[in-house]
RNA sequence: GGGUCCAUAGUCUAGUGGUUAUGACAACGCCCUUACACGGCGUAGGUCCCCGGUUCGAAUCCGGGUGGACCCACCA
């Protein structure tokens, strides 16, 4: 009995971590009646490097409410899974084997793709999330890559094909150049950089000439339109006339168009295809015809006569020199531009049209924004992002990408007619370049031209709850489970993670996809900046856990607050620290008082009544901080209890109670004993979540074998009881904290030890208080050394809090013999 | 250009209509009190970004600034 002075971290966590896994703790039971407490863990993409504070920290943080639900006594599921699915892994593989898509088959390079991923995830899970002290249960892992997943995936898109929300067609889509891959807006980042705008003339087909402004003149043989706004008295003669493009000399016409900023260059816009989306946007409003003129790997074609097979930066020479000794080539400027560029490789994208598969959202933007409202946002603010989003949304999504790795797209098109072929549901997963249909075409025919595309990665992780739930594999489960209860994942992702899966959702179920959705923290460096490699900046995970223990990195994480940035400070680590030791050693003061505790006595003195009332309350807060998912909240009160209340105030009253049952009874000892075991019990499990590993250690040592429970973290959350919430006694404990107070501020600005006696104490009050007064002149006599006290006037030092006044006397310190 | 969030002691931070404005770190003074010196008790430190409004009363609500973070759009 009894814990040892020192608590060890670096062998008790482990050692917890190891317990809990082989006595699966956290085990979902799929027979059990209690209410399920779904989550739809963001699937991580492992990797071999190191492991950055702000993933540590995203994860750890709804885990914590996956441990708080887990002990509110909800069936947990909580499955553990890995993204290896797309580009990443096929960058990964493509570098480590030095190897590229058009030196290998497709089979041969998914097969390395596979195994490469299964080797890093092992690896990861064991450095990461069991490292981290992570309550997954294992048996409900998932990858992104596996059959099921891909079975769900496909099945999404035969579904959606099928009920007409997933088309293909032929479209300006956004390109990669250096992946030759379609991209999807969401995948779309903004590039700042300098270029120049360039002046050049266009002649007119009657003989006079135009100026235009273009930053991209290699588009110059592309160019189907030039435009002026309306109300440009400038420009009104050129309306319905047409220009020359110069070096090329086609004709294009001239037409208004309200979009055209008559203060930008010469207020004459040429409209090429496909330069930018307002391209696209004048070209589909107009009419106009297409020129394509980029190929696939980013060169000029063949419509580009001299020019042709030249890279589009190269082609930008040489047409910039030949207008220039045309004597068309005016000036330039230097000009600052924002471009979209690739996700990935930041390289600028282009418009180029090609046959791609897309899922309507434009046409279900209002039904979107509707189900967004159905979900509970944490916090509420971000659902605005959704909003805004959706409302902006200029593209369907295109769901086809020009890759090796990714689920690939089950069809195929008829050799004869071109019709597009799907699989039956129940073939799902496969890959159509290795199979063939069962069946004929519709026109009789038996020869198919696989599809050999694959998804963007968003298909599957947009279905995401469906994978993590079994939708397929287990229809009862999936119908009991969804909406799933919570989708923990960071606010960068809103537009595509939680977009899409709002999308999918709606679209195959017209149902929610969850009913929460918490926006995880964001970690800063010290400074506030976000922490990147490039800048140095950034704190590595299992750095800190050689350091530290993992309770303390996560007492850290338990300050964060949903959707809140958190600058990372390595003194809230020391604070941590801190804390751990002292809930060891009041723990360890607890069971040396406990050993011979056993039930609640027949009655509570009045500062045992008060430190349950205060403990009450704080379990009211927490609980209710918990259940809106403010985690940070909840700790913070939690601590300040046990710091303050508790260890300062509670422990030194009841001391002389303790050590010394003969001065006030065995029936005072009692009562002490039962507040004692109440409130380090509650501390513990309301702690557990955020510290599981010293608190399991704690509650093992003691506490599991009264309560008969296997281990903390399957423990019952302390119950809010309004009924020992005594308002009377917590005044006059607090009354009693104030006295004991401004007696210790006394003594300590006398610059005095807090060992020396008050040999009298006179207090003045209000005759309404000397009642409760009264109540507590015992326990003030125990805390503050007091010998003698008295109601009186002859006083001079205020309370601070309450109407009252001490005259204190002062005694001398009786020296120790030794 | 549109939107969202934020602004409180040297630093970080709590606080959504009435508190003597919370706590932590740092500073200073005292105290080795039998769980803990990784501790305890205190002290000092604030125009709650600025201006206006609502209100008996505003750090808190509203409007307008200023500064910062992020999201979206975008100039041919």
């Given at each position: 009995m009894g814990l040892p002075n020192k608590y060890d971290a670096k062998e008790a966590e482990p050692r917890w971590q190891k317990f809990w896994e082989e006595n699966k703790i956290f085990k979902f039971d799929p027979d059990s009646k209690k209410q399920i407490y779904s989550i739809d863990t963001p699937p991580p993409y492992a990797s071999s490097g190191h492991l950055h504070v702000g993933h540590a920290l995203h994860y750890t943080q709804f885990e914590l409410i996956a441990r708080y639900k887990r002990m509110r006594g909800f069936n947990v599921y909580f499955p553990p899974c890995f993204d290896n699915n797309g580009l990443p892994t096929e960058k990964y593989v493509e570098e480590k084997f030095k190897i590229s898509?058009?030196?290998?088959?497709?089979?041969?390079?998914r097969k390395l793709c596979t195994e490469e991923s299964a080797k890093i995830e092992q690896a990861y899970a064991d450095r990461f999330f069991r490292a981290l002290g992570h309550s997954y249960d294992w048996d409900l892992l998932y990858t992104t890559i596996n059959p099921e997943a891909q079975k769900v995936s496909q099945t999404s898109f035969v579904e959606l094909v099928q009920q007409g929300d997933c088309y293909q067609a032929e479209e300006p889509t956004i390109w990669c150049t250096k992946h030759q891959t379609a991209l999807a807006q969401a995948e779309v980042e903004d590039l700042k950089r300098s270029t120049k705008i360039n002046h050049i003339y266009f002649d007119m087909e009657e003989g006079s000439k135009i100026e235009i402004a273009t930053t991209r003149p290699e588009f110059l043989p592309a160019c189907v339109g030039i435009f002026v706004h309306p109300a440009d008295n400038r420009y009104k003669n050129l309306v319905g006339k047409n220009a020359i493009v110069p070096l090329f000399g086609s004709k294009v016409p001239i037409s208004t168009d309200e979009s055209v900023d008559m203060e930008f260059g010469s207020g004459i816009l040429m409209v090429c295809t496909f330069g930018d989306n307002a391209d696209i946007d004048k070209w589909k409003r107009h009419k106009l015809p297409v020129k394509m003129i980029v190929t696939n790997n980013g060169k000029l074609n063949e419509q580009c006569g001299k020019y042709a097979g030249m890279s589009l930066l190269e082609g930008r020479k040489a047409i910039i020199e030949d207008l220039k000794r045309e004597g068309y080539f005016l000036r330039d400027e230097p000009i600052e531009q924002t471009v979209g560029s690739c996700w990935r490789c930041n390289t600028p994208v282009e418009f180029i049209v090609t046959k791609q598969w897309f899922i309507k959202a434009l046409e279900y933007k209002d039904a979107l924004i509707e189900q967004g409202r159905k979900i509970k946002w944490h916090p509420e603010f971000y659902r605005k992002r959704f909003e805004d989003w959706t409302t902006n949304l200029a593209w369907d999504w295109c769901i086809s990408r020009q890759r090796f790795y990714g689920v690939p797209i089950p069809a195929w098109y008829c050799k004869k007619c071109g019709e597009v072929m799907l699989p039956e549901k129940e073939d799902l997963p496969l890959d159509p370049t290795t199979v063939n249909?069962?069946?004929n075409c519709k026109c009789g025919s038996s020869e198919f031209i696989p599809e050999d595309d694959v998804f963007d990665t968003w298909m599957t992780s947009s279905m995401s709850p469906e994978i993590a739930i079994r939708w397929l594999e287990k229809p009862e489960q999936f119908k009991k489970m969804f909406p799933v209860t919570l989708r923990p994942q960071s606010h960068d992702i809103i537009r595509t993670w939680a977009f899409y899966t709002i999308l999918k959702s709606y679209l195959h179920f017209k149902a929610i996809p969850w009913e929460n959705i918490a926006i995880g923290t964001f970690v800063l460096d010290p400074k506030?900046?976000?922490?990147?490699?490039?800048?140095?900046?950034?704190?590595?995970?299992?750095?800190?856990?050689e350091k530290y223990s993992v309770d303390v990195l996560r007492s850290w994480v338990g300050t964060a607050t949903f959707g809140e940035d958190l600058g990372f400070q390595e003194k809230e680590l020391v604070a941590g620290q801190r804390f751990l030791t002292k809930l060891w050693n009041a723990s360890r003061f607890?069971?040396?008082?406990l050993e011979d505790y056993s039930e609640k006595p027949k009655k509570l003195q009045i500062m045992d009544k008060w430190i349950l009332a205060k403990m009450h309350k704080t379990i009211k807060y927490a609980t209710t901080m918990l259940d809106s998912y403010k985690t940070g909240s909840a700790k913070r009160e939690v601590e300040q209890f046990f710091w303050h209340t508790l260890c300062d105030?509670?422990?030194e009253l009841i001391k002389d109670r303790l050590y010394n049952p003969d001065k006030r009874g065995k029936e005072a000892r009692a009562s002490a004993q039962y507040a004692l075991y109440q409130s380090i019990l509650s501390v513990l499990k309301m702690m557990a979540p955020v510290v599981p590993h010293i608190t399991e250690e704690i509650y093992q040592?003691?506490?599991?074998?009264?309560?008969?429970?296997?281990?903390?973290?399957?423990?019952y959350w302390p119950a809010y009881d309004e009924n020992e919430v005594d308002e009377e006694a917590e005044k006059a404990g607090d009354i009693a904290?104030?006295?004991?107070?401004?007696?210790?501020?006394?003594?300590?600005?006398?610059?005095?030890?807090?060992?020396?006696p008050i040999t009298k104490l006179e207090i003045h009050c209000e005759t309404a208080l000397q009642d409760t007064i009264k109540l507590i002149m015992d326990d003030i006599k125990d805390a503050a050394i007091v010998e003698d006290i008295q109601f009186g006037t002859n006083v001079d030092t205020p309370c601070s809090k309450?109407?009252?006044e001490l005259g204190i006397t002062l005694g001398e310190i009786k020296k120790k013999e030794n």
């Amino acid at each position: 009995m009894g814990l040892p002075n020192k608590y060890d971290a670096k062998e008790a966590e482990p050692r917890w971590q190891k317990f809990w896994e082989e006595n699966k703790i956290f085990k979902f039971d799929p027979d059990s009646k209690k209410q399920i407490y779904s989550i739809d863990t963001p699937p991580p993409y492992a990797s071999s490097g190191h492991l950055h504070v702000g993933h540590a920290l995203h994860y750890t943080q709804f885990e914590l409410i996956a441990r708080y639900k887990r002990m509110r006594g909800f069936n947990v599921y909580f499955p553990p899974c890995f993204d290896n699915n797309g580009l990443p892994t096929e960058k990964y593989v493509e570098e480590k084997f030095k190897i590229s898509k058009a030196q290998t088959t497709r089979a041969e390079f998914r097969k390395l793709c596979t195994e490469e991923s299964a080797k890093i995830e092992q690896a990861y899970a064991d450095r990461f999330f069991r490292a981290l002290g992570h309550s997954y249960d294992w048996d409900l892992l998932y990858t992104t890559i596996n059959p099921e997943a891909q079975k769900v995936s496909q099945t999404s898109f035969v579904e959606l094909v099928q009920q007409g929300d997933c088309y293909q067609a032929e479209e300006p889509t956004i390109w990669c150049t250096k992946h030759q891959t379609a991209l999807a807006q969401a995948e779309v980042e903004d590039l700042k950089r300098s270029t120049k705008i360039n002046h050049i003339y266009f002649d007119m087909e009657e003989g006079s000439k135009i100026e235009i402004a273009t930053t991209r003149p290699e588009f110059l043989p592309a160019c189907v339109g030039i435009f002026v706004h309306p109300a440009d008295n400038r420009y009104k003669n050129l309306v319905g006339k047409n220009a020359i493009v110069p070096l090329f000399g086609s004709k294009v016409p001239i037409s208004t168009d309200e979009s055209v900023d008559m203060e930008f260059g010469s207020g004459i816009l040429m409209v090429c295809t496909f330069g930018d989306n307002a391209d696209i946007d004048k070209w589909k409003r107009h009419k106009l015809p297409v020129k394509m003129i980029v190929t696939n790997n980013g060169k000029l074609n063949e419509q580009c006569g001299k020019y042709a097979g030249m890279s589009l930066l190269e082609g930008r020479k040489a047409i910039i020199e030949d207008l220039k000794r045309e004597g068309y080539f005016l000036r330039d400027e230097p000009i600052e531009q924002t471009v979209g560029s690739c996700w990935r490789c930041n390289t600028p994208v282009e418009f180029i049209v090609t046959k791609q598969w897309f899922i309507k959202a434009l046409e279900y933007k209002d039904a979107l924004i509707e189900q967004g409202r159905k979900i509970k946002w944490h916090p509420e603010f971000y659902r605005k992002r959704f909003e805004d989003w959706t409302t902006n949304l200029a593209w369907d999504w295109c769901i086809s990408r020009q890759r090796f790795y990714g689920v690939p797209i089950p069809a195929w098109y008829c050799k004869k007619c071109g019709e597009v072929m799907l699989p039956e549901k129940e073939d799902l997963p496969l890959d159509p370049t290795t199979v063939n249909p069962k069946k004929n075409c519709k026109c009789g025919s038996s020869e198919f031209i696989p599809e050999d595309d694959v998804f963007d990665t968003w298909m599957t992780s947009s279905m995401s709850p469906e994978i993590a739930i079994r939708w397929l594999e287990k229809p009862e489960q999936f119908k009991k489970m969804f909406p799933v209860t919570l989708r923990p994942q960071s606010h960068d992702i809103i537009r595509t993670w939680a977009f899409y899966t709002i999308l999918k959702s709606y679209l195959h179920f017209k149902a929610i996809p969850w009913e929460n959705i918490a926006i995880g923290t964001f970690v800063l460096d010290p400074k506030g900046k976000g922490m990147h490699k490039s800048e140095g900046n950034v704190v590595w995970a299992d750095e800190l856990l050689e350091k530290y223990s993992v309770d303390v990195l996560r007492s850290w994480v338990g300050t964060a607050t949903f959707g809140e940035d958190l600058g990372f400070q390595e003194k809230e680590l020391v604070a941590g620290q801190r804390f751990l030791t002292k809930l060891w050693n009041a723990s360890r003061f607890g069971m040396m008082h406990l050993e011979d505790y056993s039930e609640k006595p027949k009655k509570l003195q009045i500062m045992d009544k008060w430190i349950l009332a205060k403990m009450h309350k704080t379990i009211k807060y927490a609980t209710t901080m918990l259940d809106s998912y403010k985690t940070g909240s909840a700790k913070r009160e939690v601590e300040q209890f046990f710091w303050h209340t508790l260890c300062d105030n509670y422990l030194e009253l009841i001391k002389d109670r303790l050590y010394n049952p003969d001065k006030r009874g065995k029936e005072a000892r009692a009562s002490a004993q039962y507040a004692l075991y109440q409130s380090i019990l509650s501390v513990l499990k309301m702690m557990a979540p955020v510290v599981p590993h010293i608190t399991e250690e704690i509650y093992q040592g003691y506490f599991a074998e009264k309560e008969g429970k296997k281990s903390i973290h399957i423990s019952y959350w302390p119950a809010y009881d309004e009924n020992e919430v005594d308002e009377e006694a917590e005044k006059a404990g607090d009354i009693a904290v104030d006295i004991i107070s401004t007696l210790r501020r006394y003594k300590s600005e006398k610059n005095l030890s807090l060992k020396i006696p008050i040999t009298k104490l006179e207090i003045h009050c209000e005759t309404a208080l000397q009642d409760t007064i009264k109540l507590i002149m015992d326990d003030i006599k125990d805390a503050a050394i007091v010998e003698d006290i008295q109601f009186g006037t002859n006083v001079d030092t205020p309370c601070s809090k309450f109407p009252i006044e001490l005259g204190i006397t002062l005694g001398e310190i009786k020296k120790k013999e030794n």
